[in-house]
């Protein structure tokens, strides 16, 4: 069959388009390939920006042995040989009477060295024929500057050398943890733990030769055991690969309020760093304009939440130091105990957790009555930050997802492998004296107190999902306005979304055996009366939900036996009072 003449010249056009094709892939190749390689350019530079996750570098961990007890030898140098040194070690611990604020305290110079448990030996520290000083000691710790048996701080001078890579020694007594370990304890597993940075932890037997007392000897006396963690400083950031330069401030009174009166700008006329420092105690930049517009923001309430958190703060350390306090029920970081720190160059701020010797069942040890808030999400209520955060529901969802994540680190058998490395060093220290003659316990119930700790963490979290059903605690306020007593007091929240009742109460007692006045159901959040005569008055409100579970306020009164009502506010009403 003859092919039509149209057909050829297809073919022909289609061959002729072929090869057009094959040539114009030759041609366009290069372009092909430069557009890959933009691509993959384009790619390695986004992996290279700078992350805002909490990555620390765990190598600063390897060859440090924290189980094994080191030995710290001090020499307190008497004003004849230290002019510098005009009040005895005696005084020096007696000071915290004198002196509010440990930073304006005494220090002494001393001769620092360390050894074994035979006695010092030459280690790397100057031989400076142990005449002269190379370090300075001072009491530290707010509380533990009442106990007994103090804490100190160490302060290595240049001469004196670098203590493995530190310069500062954080001697921490713990007399009031009968365990001893409990500080340490959190430190080691936080080194397990993504998104936060841990802090190097020892246990060291301390020595003292006190050359201030006429009556002592020329031997050293043995103070004990005690443990140390590594100064939060410049050096501890840059040994884990972090930026030592920025932002590092240290929680004291601190619930992310502004402060306007206390929190300024280093260069305002009225700034003053002893009052910037009752609220936040500043150890790293002096320039505060990020903090502040931070917490300009954090307090805005007419910036959408979720924004201002994103561009402050990274979900992932934030939910891990919330979920890691939860675990281990350390219930002394409303307002304290952890630092901020926010690298050079950038906006985000990230939480380090600090001090827990309140931590790890140190709540079952009081014999003082405790409010339940304290040890379940509640406690956290009080802070501008967790407040605004928590009040999402999806957001505690994020909160339990990470502590039952976090499981597979804190656990029964964790808890068990670590206490059980510490036991031998731990226990002959705390039997013996000088530790066992200030032992707040006896010595035959050592063991069960310290085998307690295996089973703590799995007990915070019962008592973190039981406090899910609770609504949040509130605080009171009490004002007399156009001759009226007028009480007024927050709005709970429920995470059940449960409707909410008020139940107030004022008594004459801070037991409320009697009341001057009960209502049950308040239908506002504030309630007025007719001037109230003059004497001391107590009043709470309780908030409760459908299914009766039943919340107080953050309010507490202390009586003259030093017993606290919690949840009560007094009001004392003077003669003469007037509106």
Do not use: C
């Not at 570098?57 to 060859?63: A, L």
């Not at 406090?467 to 004002?479: A, D, G, K, V």
Request: proline share 4%; glycine share 4%.
């Amino acid at each position: 069959m003859k092919k039509p003449p149209y057909f050829k010249t297809s073919l022909a056009v289609i061959a002729v388009f072929i090869l057009l094709l094959v040539m114009k892939s030759y041609s366009t190749a290069p372009t092909n390939q430069q557009n890959a390689a933009t691509k993959q350019n384009s790619t390695t530079t986004q992996v290279e920006k700078t992350e805002d996750s909490l990555v620390e570098d765990k190598r600063v961990y390897e060859g440090h042995d924290g189980n094994k007890v080191k030995h710290v030898y001090i020499t307190v140098f008497d004003q004849n040989r230290v002019p510098d040194n005009d009040i005895s070690f005696y005084e020096l611990n007696e000071s915290y009477k004198e002196y509010s604020n440990l930073d304006d305290g005494p220090k002494l110079n001393i001769l620092f060295e360390t050894g074994t448990d035979k006695g010092p030996e030459k280690s790397g520290f100057i031989d400076l024929g142990k005449s002269s000083p190379n370090a300075s000691i001072e009491l530290r710790g707010r509380s533990s500057r009442l106990e007994a048996q103090k804490s100190y701080k160490i302060r290595l001078s240049d001469n004196g050398g670098l203590w493995y890579g530190q310069t500062v020694l954080n001697l921490n007594k713990h007399a009031d943890d009968v365990t001893r370990v409990r500080n340490k304890l959190a430190f080691d597993f936080f080194k397990e733990i993504p998104d936060l940075i841990s802090l190097r932890t020892d246990f060291v037997q301390l020595h003292v030769k006190d050359m201030t007392n006429p009556n002592a000897g020329d031997e050293f006396v043995d103070y004990g055991l005690y443990t140390h963690v590594e100064q939060l400083n410049e050096k501890a950031l840059a040994a884990r690969g972090l930026n030592p330069d920025g932002h590092l401030y240290k929680a004291e009174n601190f619930e992310f309020y502004r402060y306007h009166d206390q929190l300024k700008l280093s260069d305002d006329p009225t700034y003053d760093k002893k009052t910037f420092e009752s609220v936040l105690k500043i150890s790293g930049s002096e320039q505060h304009e990020e903090l502040l517009t931070m917490l300009d923001d954090v307090n805005d309430m007419s910036k959408p939440f979720n924004e201002v958190f994103s561009k402050y703060f990274n979900e992932e350390n934030y939910l891990t130091w919330l979920a890691v306090n939860v675990m281990f029920g350390n219930y002394d970081t409303m307002s304290t105990n952890y630092y901020l720190y926010s690298p050079l160059n950038s906006e985000k701020w990230y939480f380090i957790p600090w001090d827990f010797d309140k931590a790890l069942g140190r709540d079952a040890e009081r014999t003082d009555d405790f409010p339940s808030w304290h040890l379940g999400l509640q406690r956290y209520w009080g802070t501008v930050l967790h407040k605004r955060y928590l009040r999402d529901p999806q957001n505690v969802e994020k909160l339990s997802k990470k502590i039952d994540e976090l499981t597979a680190i804190i656990n029964e058998e964790s808890m068990a492998k670590k206490i059980d490395e510490y036991r031998p060093i731990v226990k002959p220290y705390t039997l013996r004296n000088p530790d066992l003659k200030y032992l707040g316990i006896e010595a035959s119930e050592f063991d069960s107190s310290y085998n307690k700790l295996k089973t703590v963490a799995t007990r915070y979290q019962a008592l973190y999902k039981e406090s899910l059903q609770f609504p949040m605690p509130i605080f009171l306020h009490y004002q007399r306005e156009n001759n009226q007593d007028v009480f007024k007091w927050e709005t709970s929240h429920d995470l059940q979304e449960d409707t909410l009742t008020y139940h107030l109460q004022i008594s004459t007692e801070p037991t409320f055996q009697s009341t001057i006045l009960d209502i049950k159901d308040v239908k506002k959040f504030s309630y007025e009366t007719d001037i109230l005569k003059p004497g001391r008055y107590y009043w709470r409100v309780l908030v409760k939900d459908e299914e009766g579970h039943t919340q107080i306020p953050f309010d507490y009164y202390k009586d003259n036996a030093r017993i606290i009502h919690w949840g009560v506010q007094e009001i004392i009403v003077a003669k003469g009072a007037s509106s």
